[in-house]
Each structure stands twice: as structure tokens, then as C-alpha cells.
């Protein structure tokens, strides 16, 4: 039987050798009854009746949710100073330990090169306090995240990961930026010997597993929002999903004047103004949030709000008014006008299995018509051209006249003559979400409704990598820890399968690859899994170039020595060489 267990009071948990994937910390809310439409098939195909397009969505009371949790770092300074001047590498580590179903042994091949391993800092590192009736920016609990950080380095983590929260940096009004509290924990991390990947958060904390803290989007964006509420993702039942910008609304100047892209450019280019000393030596990615959690995809499994429950397969998000207007042009173009009034009418919601639902049962279901065929990929190449939209942005601010350069390569033409190829002094990143369920059955439901149109007989990932490519884009992926024999059947998983399909297409584009886990673990059984994605050379084995660890907190103080032994796997030292004869 498989057990959903989660760590208590920062211990390390285990249940027999396969850890289940943990739902359990998703907050319960009450949720208003759902409204349903009538609808019939057309044509072969389904759609609703009412081919008006909606002007106005339903205006239903939002979810109530219980408090967040306190933040994950708050170990006393006392205590991490102990842990500092008492550390020292453990000489030692168990033996790779074999999935419970079956899975082959894991193999690993000699480590060829050091593999580098960064380390998420908690999201609410910076946060906004009253200070005589204004809001500023600061470092929570800086002399323990300074010993946090000197712990990190000295265990042999290369960097450290930052949220940079828009709604932190910009909260006082358009384009009044603040870096202050940043431009301090960057120098923090910088003395202590530690890299940079900051992440351009354009979302809010709060409504995700493991979110401990909540972060809203700027109050005037809010207040926008509060007037204009189309500016959010909505699903059919009219709910707005506030912890980001719709894609729908990417070219509208609505924001005073601006469009959401003009206010990402504008952002990051504040940013590498502020931070181009640091470009290329102590800074070297900017990763680009393009979506909820930071992630390219649609908010079609909110967590926070209790409106979804693993596996369900989730809902499209295509119901504000911008989508569907877009909607309605791309069914007009191809002589179909009947399919632009809404999304698919029977999909489920948002916890249905995908084998109760008309359209994502495996045989015989709508999206393997004409009109599933339509609407999946508009869908997904609405979220395509989101991602090329901010990334050609980003990049145009990072490549600005003046920027920090690198050399990239070195050609050599005729007569010796040496070419020197230039790229910005730190690259750009973006993030992809390991939407794991349902992967195993053929239409791949959770995908699609994340945006995804990766089917059994479709590879949705590979026009991704172009996207990406086309940009110089370094991609990161979740889940590297899972395994398949993890989950309950019944959810079709198969973490494993999805990372070796996004490592293939990644792989074939030339697209730098990193991993990262989804869910704090500390069992043997992740870290096998871990090392065997980073550096395996097994059939499932995926080749990243990086990992980075989610994240510091009171959890990795109290299994200190079980992270620091996963650091000796993933490094270049002799210690680790008896693992490719194991």
C-alpha cells in the first residue's frame, strides 16, 4: 500500500523504500458549488450550444483558505553556529538501494566531470515590513542566513537560487524600483564564495505545495485587477487564479500605459542595471518566470486554494476575455466559428480521473478529433508564443549596449586568425513544470490542460526546445527525484518516462538541461534517484548539467548529513568511484 507521509518537525521520512508523493499539505478550503453548461456534439465533435462569446464570466466568491504556514528557516543562530564550527564531511555513505517494484539497480559511470549543485534560498528571504507607516525591504534573519550560506559553501554547493519578488521590488508604484535588500543578500552570497541564479519571479508565493509564505503581485497590479479582473486566469466556472498575469493580456496597455512584456522588459533591465557588476563572475543566470510558480505553463492545478486534488487532470484556463477572443479569431480563420465560444464542454473538472471524462479517455476521446486537434493547439501555442514574447524581452534587456560579455567560443580561421564569439555576462533561464500524471495513459491529460500538447503520439516538448534555443535559453525541469513505483497506479504517473522524453528533446535542440526536485526529500531512495539522473548511465538516466536543491531551511539542518553525503555522489572525488562497480 502506498503511504503519503510528509516530514514531521523537520525529520527525515520514509515508508518502506517508495515515499508517496505528498498532497497532504494542501490547504482545505471551502469551495462554491460548481456550475455546469449544457452542450451537444457538432460536426463530430463536441462544443457548447451558446455560441455567443461571453462577455462577462460568472462573479463567484473566492475560495477561503486557511492560514499560510510560518516560514521553513527559523533555526536559532546559536543553533546553525554549532552546526557551522562542528562541520565536517561525512567520510562515508550507504549503498545505492533498489525501487521496492522492481527497478533496475541503479548504475552510475565515473564521474568525469564536477558536478555543480545549487541550493534554493527560502521564498520569503526578502520581505516587506512596516517601518513608520511605510513598506521596506529587508533580509530576514541575516546573521542565520550568513551562516546558512558559509554551511552551503563549505559542503561544496557551487550557488545558491533567489526569488526576486516583482511584488517586492516594485511594490511602491510602476517602474519604482527597489534592489536595496537584494544588492545586500547578493554581496552576503558573493563573500561567501557562492554563485547566483536569480529567478524573475512575476508571480505570487502562497498557492503552491511548500509555499510557506505569501507574497502578493504589486498592489497596483492588484488594484488593476480589481477593476479589470480578465487580466487573471480564469477557469470555465469564472474563477480568477490571482497569483499571475494571464498570457491573454501580454500585448494590452493596461498597466499604465504598458503591457505586462514592456513591464517584464522593464524589470529586468532595472535589474541588470543594478546588478552588472556582479554579471558573468557571481551572477550567471537570470531565470525568467513565465507563468504560476515561476513555471511556462497555465495554472490548471491550483493547489493552494483546495480546488484540486492529485491527479486529478485539472482544467484549461482559456476563459478571460482576451483568450477568448483569441479564441473565437483562431476558429473563425479556419472556417469553424462554432468552435470559438468556449473550451471543451466535456473535459471533467478539475479532479476528475481522465478516464470519466468524454474528452480524455484514451480511445475514442475528443481530443483525438478535428476539434481536439483545433483547440489543443491553439492552446499550447498561445503559451509558446507567451514564452517567446518574454524571453525575446529579457534578452533584449540583458543585451543591452555596455552589458557584461563573456567569450563563449574561440574559432580559429585561415592564417591562425582567432574569432572570438561573445555571449551576455549571465545567461537566461526559464523553468518547465513535471507534470508527471496521466503520462502513462495516451492522451496525457495533465499536460495538455497545463499547456502541453504532448500526447503518446505527439512530442509537445520538442517546439518548447525551440522556443527556448532560439534565445540561448538554459531550461530547468522538476521532479528529478520521483520514481515511477512512487505513486498509485491509478494516476498513470510516470515522473521517470517524463524526464527522459524532456532530456531527449533538450538533448536534441541543444539546450542546457538542469534538475530539480519537487518535493523536500531526504531518503535514500530520492537520492539515488537524484545522482542517477545527474550522472547515471543506466536506460533511464537522464544527463543534466546542474542541480538545484529545494531548498535551505530547518528540513536540511536536521538531515545536514544526509544532504552533504549527496553532495560527495554528485562531486568528482575517489570516494565516489566505487558507486559505477556498486
Known amino acids: 500500500m502506498l503511504l503519503n507521509t510528509r516530514p514531521a518537525s523537520g525529520k527525515l521520512f520514509k515508508d518502506n523504500g517508495c515515499s508517496g508523493h505528498d498532497h497532504s499539505r494542501i490547504h482545505q478550503c471551502a469551495i462554491p458549488a460548481r456550475v455546469r453548461s449544457r452542450s451537444s456534439k457538432f460536426g463530430g465533435a463536441r462544443a457548447s450550444v451558446t455560441c455567443a462569446l461571453r462577455e462577462t464570466l460568472l462573479d463567484l466568491p473566492e475560495p477561503v483558505c486557511h492560514p499560510i504556514p510560518r516560514s521553513d528557516f527559523e533555526k536559532g543562530d546559536v543553533e546553525l553556529q554549532k552546526l557551522l564550527d562542528g562541520l565536517e564531511l561525512p567520510a562515508e555513505f550507504p549503498a545505492p538501494q533498489q525501487c521496492p517494484e522492481g527497478l533496475p539497480e541503479l548504475q552510475l559511470s565515473p564521474c568525469e566531470r564536477d558536478f555543480p549543485v545549487y541550493v534554493m534560498l527560502p521564498l520569503d528571504t526578502v520581505w516587506l515590513a512596516d517601518r513608520k507607516g511605510q513598506k521596506v525591504s529587508l533580509i530576514k534573519r541575516e546573521q542565520a542566513l550568513n551562516v546558512g550560506l558559509q554551511m552551503l559553501k563549505k559542503a561544496g554547493v557551487e550557488g545558491v537560487m533567489i526569488d526576486v519578488w516583482w511584488g517586492i521590488v516594485e511594490h511602491a508604484g510602476p517602474k519604482h524600483y527597489d534592489f536595496s535588500a537584494y544588492q545586500r543578500l547578493f554581496a552576503t552570497a558573493a563573500q561567501a564564495g557562492l554563485k547566483i541564479q536569480a529567478v524573475m519571479s512575476f508571480h505570487a508565493a502562497g498557492g503552491n505545495v511548500g509555499d510557506t509564505c505569501k507574497i502578493s503581485l504589486p498592489k497596483w497590479i492588484s488594484d488593476i485587477g480589481a477593476s479589470n479582473p480578465d487580466i487573471f486566469y480564469t477557469d470555465k466556472h469564472g474563477y480568477r487564479n490571482k497569483e499571475c498575469l494571464s498570457l491573454g493580456c501580454d500585448s494590452e496597455p493596461l498597466f499604465w500605459g504598458r503591457t505586462p512584456v514592456d513591464i517584464y522588459r522593464d524589470f529586468i533591465s532595472a535589474f541588470a542595471d543594478t546588478f552588472d557588476d556582479l554579471a558573468g563572475s557571481k551572477l550567471v543566470e537570470v531565470t525568467v518566470g513565465l507563468g ?8 490548471a492545478y491550483p493547489e493552494g486554494d483546495g480546488r484540486w486534488r492529485f491527479p486529478g487532470v485539472g482544467e484549461f484556463q482559456c476563459y478571460d476575455k482576451y483568450m477568448l477572443a483569441d479564441l473565437k479569431q483562431a476558429a473563425y480563420a479556419v472556417g469553424r466559428p462554432e468552435w470559438g465560444c468556449e473550451g471543451p464542454h466535456d473535459c471533467g473538472d478539475y479532479n476528475s480521473p481522465a478516464w470519466d471524462t468524454d474528452f480524455f479517455v484514451s480511445s475514442g476521446g475528443s481530443w483525438d478529433t478535428e476539434y481536439g486537434n483545433f483547440f489543443l493547439s491553439w492552446y ?18 540583458l543585451n543591452k549596449p555596455g552589458r557584461a560579455k563573456r567569450a563563449a567560443k574561440v574559432l580559429k580561421g585561415k592564417n591562425d586568425e582567432v574569432t572570438y564569439v561573445f555571449e551576455p555576462g549571465c545567461h537566461l533561464g526559464a523553468k518547465l513544470a513535471g507534470v508527471h500524471w496521466w503520462f502513462k495513459s495516451r492522451a496525457h491529460a495533465a499536460e495538455l490542460t497545463a499547456g502541453y500538447y504532448n500526447t503518446r503520439e505527439r512530442d509537445g516538448y520538442a517546439p518548447l526546445m525551440e522556443v527556448l534555443k532560439k534565445y540561448h535559453t538554459h531550461l530547468s525541469f522538476t521532479c528529478v527525484e520521483m520514481r515511477d513505483c512512487e505513486h498509485p497506479p491509478e494516476g498513470r504517473c510516470s515522473p521517470q518516462g517524463l524526464l527522459q522524453q524532456v532530456t531527449s528533446a533538450s538533448m536534441a535542440a541543444g539546450i542546457p538541461l ?66 559505477s562497480n556498486a
Open 380 to 397: 499550447s501555442n498561445l503559451l509558446l508564443q507567451h514564452a517567446d514574447r518574454i524571453l525575446a524581452a529579457a534578452s533584449e534587456a
Open 292 to 299: 504560476p510558480a515561476g513555471e511556462l505553463r497555465y495554472p
Open 514 to 579: 538542469s534538475g530539480e526536485n519537487a518535493l523536500q526529500r531526504y531518503d535514500q531512495q530520492a537520492f539515488d534517484r537524484i545522482a542517477e539522473s545527474a550522472v547515471g548511465r543506466s536506460a533511464r538516466a537522464g544527463r543534466l548539467q546542474q542541480l538545484t536543491f529545494l531548498r535551505m531551511g530547518d528540513l536540511m539542518f536536521d538531515n545536514w548529513g544526509a544532504f552533504t553525503q549527496l553532495l560527495q555522489r554528485l562531486h568528482c572525488n575517489p570516494q565516489a568511484q566505487h558507486l
